[in-house]
Structures are given as structure tokens and as C-alpha cells.
């Protein structure tokens, strides 16, 4: 079973550019997460879909955030204008009930 | 106060050493436990799970649970070097009897098996 897919898995911008973020699911699973990690801190969600709906974006930065989840399998996440704090790794991760999820490598942002 | 707190160390043991890695949690509706392992430049692995208190084993790991005293533990026998990672504790958010499904996590712990 192919595991959770993300790419790209590194990028470098400078602050105020925009950048995106794609993540493949496990077949089937119908929960998908993005996480941010801050390094040397555990991940924090910043949106949850179930199928290609929204069900928390709470901590979503709205004002420079953006994530979609097209046809509930895809999805992308993107930042527009990166700040220098947005350096992180993003995680997606995805799961068929609310408990057990699965983690993608990562795409490790740097805003220089 | 965060909902889980864990030490990050970093740990460093010698190989074959028991290691003790420990969460504390203050939110009394959590019902799972997570333990996740996380190399260098790689996603979270989950290594296991646990529903409310008790003990789960599998082959060199074991998770504990004390619900009454809001305290996570996993244990790992015989450390390898390639148990070298991050160890992150983790619960889903939790209201009532129903978990959301966001995963609120510790800052994880570097534990570092030296030959």
C-alpha cells in the first residue's frame, strides 16, 4: 500500500513570495491533515478535510493561508505572502477514522 | 499550560539500555494514545496506540497508560542504534466521549543510542 506522497519535499523562497504545497492521500482514506512543525517542536494542525470538505481550520492563518482539497483526494496548501516564521515543515497526513493517522515526509519550507 | 508536555532532552543511552520516554496531558477526555517516531528529515511514524489506561506490548516497545494521574510512558528494551530518533507523544482532541480527530502532540523527545 503506497503511503501518504508530498512534494515538493524542500523549498527555499524569500519573504513576501508565495508558495505551494501538494499532498496524495492513502487510497481511500477519506481525512487529510496538514501540520505545521516548527523545528524542534511536535506538529500542529492547521486544517482538516473530510472528503473535500472543511471540518477545522482553526488555526489556520487565514490572512495568508489557503489549502484546498479538490474531489476529496488531492490536496494543496499554499502561503501567499510567506512571512520569515512560516519556516517550517509542512506535514499531510490521512486517515479512514479519527484516530489513527498516517504522515507524509514533509516539504521543508525556508523563507530567507 | 499545554495539553501535552513532554521533555525534549535530548536522551542519550548506551545500546541495549532500557529507555523511558514520558508525556503528561492535562485534558481528562483524552481517550488514545499515540506514540510516533520521527527520523531526521522524514514524517512521523506511528509505532503505536492505546485506548484509555493499561499496557500495550509489541516485541520491543510497550505503552503505558495511567489515566488517573494523566501520565503516558513508552518503554523500549535492548535500544538500538536505529531506535535513534524523535519520540512524540500524541492524543486526539477530545470533547466529551467523541475525539475530533486533530492530534494535539508533545514537543517530542530526541533520543540518541549510542554503539
Known amino acids: 500500500e503506497a503511503g501518504v506522497a508530498q512534494s515538493p519535499r524542500y523549498k527555499i523562497i524569500e519573504k513576501r513570495q508565495s508558495v505551494a504545497f501538494w499532498c496524495n492521500p492513502i487510497s481511500g482514506h477519506a481525512t487529510l491533515y496538514w501540520y505545521q512543525q516548527i523545528l524542534g517542536q511536535g506538529p500542529k494542525l492547521l486544517i482538516q478535510f473530510q472528503n473535500n470538505g472543511v471540518v477545522d481550520d482553526s488555526q489556520l492563518p487565514k490572512d495568508r493561508f489557503s489549502a484546498e482539497r479538490l474531489k476529496g483526494v488531492d490536496s494543496t496548501l499554499k502561503i501567499q505572502p510567506a512571512k520569515l516564521e512560516d519556516s517550517a515543515v509542512y506535514l499531510c497526513?490521512?486517515?479512514?477514522?479519527?484516530?489513527?493517522?498516517?504522515f507524509g515526509p514533509g516539504t521543508r519550507l525556508t523563507v530567507t | 499550560q499545554k495539553e501535552v508536555e513532554q521533555d525534549p532532552g535530548p536522551l542519550s543511552v548506551p545500546e541495549g539500555a532500557i529507555v523511558s520516554l514520558n508525556c503528561t496531558y492535562s485534558?481528562?477526555?483524552?481517550?488514545?494514545f499515540m506514540w510516533y517516531r520521527q527520523y531526521s528529515r522524514k514524517g512521523p511514524e506511528l509505532l503505536m496506540y492505546t485506548y484509555s489506561s493499561g499496557n500495550k506490548e509489541d516485541g520491543r516497545f510497550t505503552a503505558q497508560v495511567d489515566k488517573s494521574s494523566k501520565y503516558i510512558s513508552l518503554f523500549i528494551r535492548d535500544s538500538q542504534p536505529s531506535d535513534s530518533a524523535t519520540y512524540l507523544c500524541a492524543s486526539p482532541e477530545a470533547y466529551g466521549s467523541s475525539n475530533t480527530g486533530k492530534l494535539i502532540f508533545g514537543q517530542g523527545t530526541t533520543l540518541q543510542v549510542k554503539p
Open positions: 485534558n481528562s477526555a483524552f481517550q488514545y
Open positions: 497526513a490521512s486517515s479512514q477514522a479519527a484516530t489513527v493517522q498516517y
